[in-house]
């Protein structure tokens, strides 16, 4: 799928087996995901523009590229994609921080947005939406929705561990939609947890089971 990017790189690969590990304490998975969402942040952010400038050095003028100032923004979905967000902030020190609060119904494995807030200039950015787990792609497409609802016309979704189902319903529903993830895995259980994945990732950060 041409929007698809899974990165192969041996540190998030080596950093991504770290986090499946059941023995993982929350204090080492939150640092892994800041880690991985960091090094996913540095591939993910390749296109942003650049604009030429002249640098006085102690000792000459150098013309030299910076970044645009093409404002950017960062969208976590609550609760796990919170811990994507230091990460990536220490890439994107500029980038602003909106929020989307979303659960699963457990029944019904539907999406149930409790909170939303975004930049008030959200429409003017470009937005990265962050989260770890894309596992039917319910939570992630209703929130890219809400954010296409506010206006905002350049989208891209990072994940960490991806469902076959889960990309080809973001492929389906929002076709342009970059979506760039660390691993595919094969399937789902009947209780909608990615097999073999890492378990439930907002429990695993924050020590909630
Ligand atoms: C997890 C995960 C995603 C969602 C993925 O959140 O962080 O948001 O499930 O599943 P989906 O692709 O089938 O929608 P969860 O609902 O467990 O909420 P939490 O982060 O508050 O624990
Ligand atoms: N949400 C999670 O946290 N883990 C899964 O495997 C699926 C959804």
Not at 50 to 66: D, H, M
Not at 142 to 150: G, L
Request: glycine share 8%.
């Amino acid at each position: 799928m041409k929007n698809v990017f899974v990165f192969d790189h041996p540190l998030i690969q080596h950093k991504v087996s770290l986090l499946r590990d059941k023995n993982t304490i929350p204090k080492e998975f939150r640092e892994l995901v800041s880690e991985i969402s960091m090094l996913m942040g540095y591939e993910v952010t390749r296109n942003v523009q650049l604009k030429e400038v002249e640098i006085e050095t102690p000792v000459g003028i150098a013309k030299t590229n910076v970044i645009s100032g093409k404002k950017l923004g960062i969208v976590p979905i609550l609760r796990a994609g919170l811990g994507m967000v230091e990460g990536m902030l220490s890439l994107l020190p500029m980038a602003r921080v909106g929020h989307i609060g979303m659960y699963r119904e457990h029944e019904t494995l539907q999406p149930v947005e409790y909170y939303c807030k975004l930049p008030e200039d959200a429409a003017e950015r470009e937005i990265i939406v962050v989260d770890p787990m894309l596992a039917t792609g319910g939570s992630a497409s209703t929130a890219i929705s809400f954010i296409k609802q506010r206006g905002v016309k350049k989208i891209i979704f990072m994940c960490i561990i991806a469902s076959n189902l889960g990309i080809e319903r973001i492929c389906k529903d929002h076709p342009d939609v970059k979506v760039y993830c660390a691993a595919v895995d094969e399937k789902l259980n009947d209780r909608g947890y990615i097999i073999p994945g890492l378990g439930d990732a907002g429990d695993r950060l924050y020590g909630t089971k």
